[in-house]
């Protein structure tokens, strides 16, 4: 009898671990579910799972920059700001200026960096909180857009300019069963890489003689997230294909997160923002990286300018208004902690899509931006809650 609870109480903690370690993923899937089942299956259509990552990718290349930040127990208030003054700069090279759009880009890249690493010097050298040092950059930069642009807006930006946003990569095979075919490779791909970096991760860890996860739950997990790989490359299949701001979405969050995971930086980066003093005290340069991801998060913000100037075809004053709080709240949602040190990219990522699929879901059900405001609010709250009481356990 004693032994069969002591069972059940194990597999209950280990039910608990399991949640508690990818609580937003199964809250986003059980997300999806409800609004697939109350807007009729609208949700999951391919045009409307295409529209989501159209219409949000701006804000999840933030989250990516942003989360770095965090980690380091900081953040940036003014990139919405320095989205719209990227975009206002975009506008004024290609349109009134006529300078050719590859020039243009490497410009507009080069001044978000120099943004960045502007306000990193503030916070690392000088040391303004970064709070102080970005909000009156939200400002400082809103104003230069307003002085760019002249309270007009500049549209339509050249034709080659929006693939970035709107294009889809183009097919090279001929269609299976009705079906584009680049998706289903890239999944496949995708599925063969995930296999291979896991087992190879897997392999290494028992190597060192770290503890992994039992076979019957490593398998399984593995199958599950085949599944859902080849499920989205299955929805692209039925619309048009892979759109290009996907390659490039993924392109950027794998990279950080082998930066953040499996390089000496990354390392860092977690040493600094988990206790500041003695990762001095042990030799890292705390205000070099500090301002080169300062300078980073400029550089991702600029990106994100251009991506959003090109999807709406203007550049206008009021672009990246309320970018920096969304981006922020991805990153608290997908797991980061508000006294830095933890987080991780695919967090951020998942953090942005938990957002970004409640206000698709309330849009089609034809709820109001007041009230979609009002549950986004409710929603970070109850995240970064979930974050302080795993805490207090952990201790």
């Not at 400082?140 to 050249?158: C, E, F, H, N, S």
């Not at 079906?179 to 896991?198: S, T």
């Not at 089609?364 to 609010?377: E, N, W």
Request: proline share 3%.
């Amino acid at each position: 009898m004693e032994n069969i609870e002591k069972k059940e109480s194990g597999l209950l903690d280990k039910g608990l671990k399991f949640f508690r370690k990818n609580s937003m993923t199964i809250i986003l899937v059980m997300i999806m579910i409800v609004f697939q089942i109350i807007t009729n299956g609208l949700l999951m259509k391919p045009l409307n799972i295409t529209n989501i990552f159209l219409q949000n990718s701006y804000i999840l290349v933030l989250a990516i920059g942003m989360l770095v930040l965090i980690v380091l127990n900081h953040t940036d208030l003014s990139v919405g700001s320095i989205v719209a003054v990227v975009g206002a700069l975009a506008g004024t090279l290609m349109v009134r200026m006529n300078v050719p759009i590859i020039p243009a880009i490497l410009i507009c890249l080069l001044a978000g960096s120099l943004i960045g690493a502007f306000q990193g010097f503030w916070v690392a050298i000088v040391g303004v909180p970064s709070f102080i040092v970005t909000l009156s950059g939200q400002l400082l930069y809103r104003g230069i857009t307003m002085v760019i642009l002249q309270g007009k807006t500049i549209a339509p930006l050249p034709s080659n300019f929006q693939i970035f946003s709107t294009k889809f990569v183009p097919e090279f095979l001929p269609e299976i069963a009705g079906l584009k075919a680049n998706p289903l490779i890239f999944g496949l791909v995708g599925v063969i890489v995930l296999f291979v970096l896991q087992f190879r991760s897997r392999a290494k860890k028992i190597s060192y003689g770290i503890d992994v996860e039992s076979k019957a739950r490593f398998i399984p997990k593995l199958i599950a997230l085949s599944a859902i790989i080849m499920g989205f490359s299955y929805i692209l299949a039925n619309y048009k294909g892979v759109p290009i701001i996907i390659t490039i979405l993924l392109a950027l969050a794998l990279i950080y997160h082998f930066i953040m995971s499996h390089t000496k930086l990354g390392r860092h980066i977690y040493a600094i923002g988990g206790n500041m003093k003695a990762a001095t005290l042990s030799g890292i340069k705390a205000k070099k990286i500090t301002i080169l991801a300062f300078t980073n998060m400029g550089l991702l913000a600029a990106v994100s300018g251009l991506i959003f100037v090109s999807r709406l075809n203007a550049s206008t004053p009021q672009a990246g208004t309320g970018f920096e709080l969304d981006a922020i709240a991805a990153c608290y949602i997908g797991g980061a902690s508000a006294s830095g040190g933890i987080g991780k990219i695919m967090g951020s990522i998942v953090g942005g899509l938990v957002m970004a699929v409640l206000n698709n879901g309330m849009s089609l059900m034809g709820v109001g931006s007041d009230v979609q405001q009002a549950i986004k609010g409710a929603v970070l709250l109850l995240a970064v809650a979930l974050d302080v009481i795993n805490r207090k356990r952990a201790h």
